[in-house]
């Protein structure tokens, strides 16, 4: 090996990230003297979901098998774990890169400062989206173009490193096209940026290592200018319909970037308090309804049922829109058809007022809380 082989510790945890490990794998499988070791540091699995029933473990774990000849990653949760177990590695291996993708946590500078380079791959032109959820943001604000950013690890802040290579200004529109190797899931839109970023990130980060351009971070005046602004985490609340203050297509493009979303329905009062008595609905899954022609107007967030096959649940949205629901939950339910749903809510509803009425209703309506 000569003396400028990479050592490498690789952070990673989802799937954004197994597409920069694959391509520093198969770096390291066809020349070791470029990268002579690769140590792979993820998180370990977390027990979560209603009851905490659900294992939830990292797709870089699942993964792992792909990758035949690299030693057990090292699964670290916190920064004292990372430090114990990580600094005696680093001396000992005489480890000379750190390598983080969305590993979700802050690299400490107890190991950053140990090493001669460091690398952050992210999925946005920085200073554009500087946080953990730099994808979601593209989408929910319909951006027409995002990008991919190398950049160093700055010691005690997300995203605030020196940019050492960025990629062109691509088109949303033409990453979101439906790739036949790729296996949509809900939520379809930031699974389709996620696995295209995901290779065009992998790519960029080898040229990285390949043309060794982390010897040279690019000078201000090579920097394309964007204007700061944070991706925070998505949270719970972030899923929840704003009735009114979105029109169907907004609504629609949500569900597809965060997946299933929620609101709330009325289910009657209780005698003894006079408090109103709600359910949160879920809805896994809905169209923009093309022709509302027909459609009464309706205050956002109430809708109209009626019987055949199925059912047809169709809400009223802002701007005179609407969405037409295929799959709903009332939370501590299954997932059913609109049929179905009103069956549930029927059985929930102290009144035992028949629902079947294609007319607009007060009592027929979602809201947010």
């Not at 296996?183 to 960029?204: F, I």
Request: proline letters at 5%.
């Amino acid at each position: 090996m000569t003396s400028n082989s990479l050592r490498i510790l690789f952070f990673g945890s989802d799937k954004f990230s197994v597409y920069s490990l694959q391509k520093l794998y198969n770096l390291h499988q066809r020349n070791a003297n470029l990268i002579e070791s690769l140590q792979v540091v993820s998180r370990p699995a977390k027990w979560g979901g209603k009851k905490r029933t659900i294992l939830r473990i990292p797709q870089l774990i699942q993964d792992m098998s792909r990758f035949e000849t690299l030693p057990e990653p090292l699964l670290c949760d916190n920064k004292n774990e990372l430090v114990d177990k990580l600094l005696p590695l680093i001396q000992r291996q005489h480890i000379n890169m750190l390598i983080c993708v969305s590993f979700g946590l802050l690299i400490p500078n107890d190991l950053i400062e140990n090493v001669p380079y460091t690398l952050n791959l992210h999925p946005s032109l920085l200073p554009r989206y500087m946080g953990s959820a730099p994808i979601q943001y593209v989408l929910l604000n319909n951006d027409k173009f995002t990008g991919i950013t190398v950049q160093s690890l700055h010691p005690t802040k997300f995203d605030k490193g020196q940019i050492i290579a960025q990629s062109d200004e691509l088109e949303v529109s033409k990453l979101l096209k439906k790739d036949e190797q790729i296996n949509d899931s809900t939520p379809v839109y930031s699974s389709r940026l996620t696995n295209k970023l995901g290779q065009l990130g992998a790519k960029l980060l080898g040229d990285v290592i390949t043309n060794k351009s982390y010897l040279k971070p690019l000078a201000d005046n090579e920097l394309r200018k964007y204007k700061p602004s944070l991706a925070p985490r998505i949270q719970t609340i972030d899923k929840m319909i704003q009735w009114g203050q979105e029109d169907a297509s907004q609504i629609y493009r949500r569900l597809m970037t965060l997946g299933p979303l929620y609101t709330f329905i009325k289910c009657g009062y209780n005698e003894k308090t006079g408090k109103k008595i709600s359910k949160r609905v879920i809805l896994h899954s809905f169209t923009v309804k093309e022709d509302v022609s027909k459609q009464p107007h309706m205050k956002s967030g109430s809708f109209q049922f009626s019987g055949d096959n199925n059912g047809q649940l169709t809400v009223s949205c802002g701007n005179e829109t609407a969405i037409d629901i295929k799959t709903i939950q009332i939370a501590g339910s299954k997932v059913v058809n609109p049929s179905q749903f009103f069956s549930i809510w029927q059985k929930q509803f102290p009144s035992n007022k028949t629902i079947n009425s294609t007319q607009p209703s007060a009592e027929f309506q979602f809201y947010c809380e």
